[in-house]
């Protein structure tokens, strides 16, 4: 950690978040490096990945760690669930709102102290839906051949 204007939005840090904000693809670090080396040609991704990390702090953005995911950048600092295709690994935003009831109802019924919650949606994006229907339509018929 080093003292001084580390909050300071410098151009890298908001051509960053301009990426993100404009991508709503839930990028990893890797992405986000990949996005923004055109106009950042001299970026290291160590560069990109504190960037990410003091975006974050400053509450601009949202770093996610997803079940089985690599960690994820969100540009909406906004609390909003996600749904993961188990199948590609896409990330969406899952359109409900917060249930911040959940946190109420467990309120007295647990001797710890809630602080929040994680929720994620699992499924199958367009795409592999598609394939999967595509791979199950062509399975030859079985049953009955191994009793
Ligand atoms: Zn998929
Ligand atoms: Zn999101």
Redesign the pocket.
């Known amino acids: 950690m080093q003292n001084g204007p580390k909050f300071r939005m410098t151009r890298q840090r908001q051509v960053i978040l301009e990426a993100l904000q404009r991508y709503n693809t839930h990028p990893s670090a890797d992405e986000v490096y990949e996005m923004v080396r055109a106009e950042l040609p001299r970026i290291s991704l160590g560069t990109v990945y504190r960037n990410l990390e003091i975006l974050t702090e400053l509450g601009e953005i949202q770093t996610l760690t997803l079940s089985g995911s690599m960690k994820r950048f969100d540009g909406n600092p906004k609390k909003h669930y996600h749904i993961r295709?188990?199948?590609?690994?896409?990330v969406d935003d899952a359109p409900i709102a917060p249930l911040n009831r959940l946190e109420d109802d467990l309120y007295g019924a647990t001797v710890y102290t809630i602080i929040g919650h994680r929720l994620e949606f699992l499924g199958?994006?367009?795409?592999?839906?598609k394939?999967v229907k595509e791979e199950t339509d062509h399975i030859p018929e079985i049953a009955g051949e191994h009793i």
Do not use: F, K, N, S
């Not at 295709?85 to 896409?90: G, I, S, W, Y």
């Open positions: 295709c188990t199948r590609c690994d896409q199958l994006c367009p795409e592999c839906t394939i």
